[in-house]
T-cell receptor
Framework: QQQVKQSPQSLIVQKGGISIINCAYE??????FPWYQQFPGKGPALLIA?????SEKKEGRFTISFNKSAKQFSLHIMDSQPGDSATYFC????????????FGKGTKLTVNP | GAVVSQHPSWVICKSGTSVKIECRSL??????MFWYRQFPKQSLMLMAT?????????EQGVEKDKFLINHASLTLSTLTVTSAHPEDSSFYIC???????????????FGPGTRLTVL
């Protein structure tokens, strides 16, 4: 049973556009929702994270929107750049992130120049 | 964020041999570390949770006698793949949960990963 569902599987965006990646979770005990960015051959890098007590968190061009009632959260990348081309993973964890992460299947983002 | 290192970054070995991968937290003492495995073009799957000074907890389907985990100190955890086979070829990544200054939750910082290729 997949606990975190991520979509789309791949995404192509023009430079300057907005990239949107969506995730849905099932376990209401999750209380920590991070997004990771991974380049080929590298480990995932924490991009931004949110807890369910807020509905939105913004860091630079990256924004997480969180809908607790719908059990959904999304990543928005504003003014997408070719350097943003990578695979993005959403994840969820309990105990504020101190427990294991359950990952979505990933979204391969391509930003065309 | 916290810094995690892994060694080696890549390794090629013959089938039947054992390989040890080290994971170190450079600026944080971690009582709990996690080991993940990632096959090409797939997501990360948790293999085991490593607790300092005690036995690791393995996820269902992960052979504890094949993947030996030792968390000998608060800054070092090792994963040994014993009698490696080609199907063990994968990207192995460690992480730990660390408190951030002023933060309200534990962020998990990943190591750079180790690419294992078993011939």
């Amino acid at each position: 049973q997949q606990q975190v569902k991520q979509s789309p599987q791949s995404l192509i965006v023009q430079k300057g556009g907005i990239s949107i990646i969506n995730c849905a979770y099932e376990n209401t005990a999750f209380d920590y929702f991070p997004w990771y960015q991974q380049f080929p051959g590298k480990g995932p890098a924490l991009l931004i994270a949110i807890r369910p007590d807020v509905s939105e968190k913004k860091e630079g061009r990256f924004t997480i929107s969180f809908n607790k009632s719908a059990k959904q959260f999304s990543l928005h990348i504003m003014d997408s750049q070719p350097g943003d081309s990578a695979t993005y993973f959403c994840a969820a964890s309990k105990q504020g992130g101190s427990e294991k992460l359950v990952f979505g299947k990933g979204t391969k983002l391509t930003v065309n120049p | 964020g916290a810094v995690v290192s892994q060694h080696p970054s890549w390794v090629i070995c013959k089938s039947g041999t054992s390989v040890k991968i080290e994971c170190r937290s450079l600026d944080f003492q971690a009582t709990t570390m996690f080991w993940y495995r990632q096959f090409p073009k797939q997501s990360l799957m948790l293999m085991a949770t490593s607790n300092e000074g005690s036995k690791a907890t393995y996820e269902q389907g992960v052979e504890k006698d094949k993947f030996l985990i030792n968390h000998a100190s608060l800054t070092l955890s090792t994963l040994t793949v014993t009698s490696a086979h080609p199907e063990d070829s994968s990207f192995y990544i460690c992480t730990f949960a660390g408190g951030t200054s002023g933060g309200s939750y534990n962020e998990q910082f990943f190591g750079p990963g180790t690419r294992l290729t078993v011939l």
